[in-house]
């Protein structure tokens, strides 16, 4: 059972458009949103995260918005650059019984912003 | 290193063989996990390891698949008689203490092993 949905699954932007990628879940002990980054043949690599006490967080271009009433949160890409072309992932986690966090993500978004 | 280092950083094998991929965490990071990551996937977590507590292989597909861990550094994941559905990334990632908030929570991740079954 897939716990984490992500939409779309690839995404066309002009420069300096606003990308905006979605993600729901449904487990509500979910309590730690990231998002990871992925540029081709390389691994992921952490943009931004959230905690469902607040709404939504920002970092430059990138901003996170939060819904935990409908449990969805998503990625806001201000001012879309080409170097921005990566494939993004959401992902969630709850902290376990043990110390383990395993985070569940979502199959990904190709994200294309055209010069 | 700085950073995760992952070997082979690519792997073409023949259908029926063992394969050994390694993983070299980042020096100092306590937890090391295993995720494999098919073409146009998500990732899919296979096995967690958290210092000297038993692994969390509830991710492994098939008993095919085995990890373990020397202390708190380098990993291997074998692969047993593979099948063509094992063709796939293999992601390594380790973190410092998870579960604690703040940096444990970030995941520093290798480049992967590009495994091909012919």
């Known amino acids: 059972q897939q716990q984490v949905k992500q939409s779309p699954q690839s995404l066309i932007v002009q420069k300096g458009g606003i990308s905006i990628i979605n993600c729901a879940y449904e487990n509500t002990a979910f309590d730690y949103f990231p998002w990871y980054q992925q540029f081709p043949g390389k691994g992921p690599a952490l943009l931004i995260a959230i905690r469902p006490d607040v709404s939504e967080k920002k970092e430059g271009r990138f901003t996170i918005s939060f819904n935990k009433s409908a449990k969805q949160f998503s990625l806001h890409i201000m001012d879309s650059q080409p170097g921005d072309s990566a494939t993004y992932f959401c992902?969630?986690?709850?902290?376990?019984?043990?110390?383990?966090?395993?985070?569940?993500f979502g199959s990904g978004t190709q994200l294309t912003v055209l010069p | 290193g700085a950073g995760v280092s992952q070997s082979p950083s690519n792997k073409v094998t023949e259908k029926g063989k063992d394969v050994e991929l390694r993983c070299d965490p980042i020096s100092g990071h306590t937890a090391l996990y295993w995720y494999r990551q098919r073409l146009g996937q998500g990732l899919e977590f296979l096995i967690y390891?958290?210092?000297?507590?038993?692994?969390?292989k509830s991710g492994l597909p098939s008993d095919r698949f085995s990890a373990e861990r020397t202390g708190e550094s380098v990993s291997t994941l074998t692969i047993q008689r593979t099948q063509q559905e094992d063709s796939a990334v293999y992601l390594c990632a380790s973190s410092t203490i998870p579960g604690q908030g703040g940096s444990g929570e970030k995941l520093f991740f290798g480049s992967g092993t590009q495994l091909s079954v012919l």
């Open positions: 992902a969630a986690s709850a902290l376990s019984s043990g110390s383990a966090r395993q985070l569940t």
């Open positions: 390891f958290q210092g000297n507590s038993a692994p969390d």
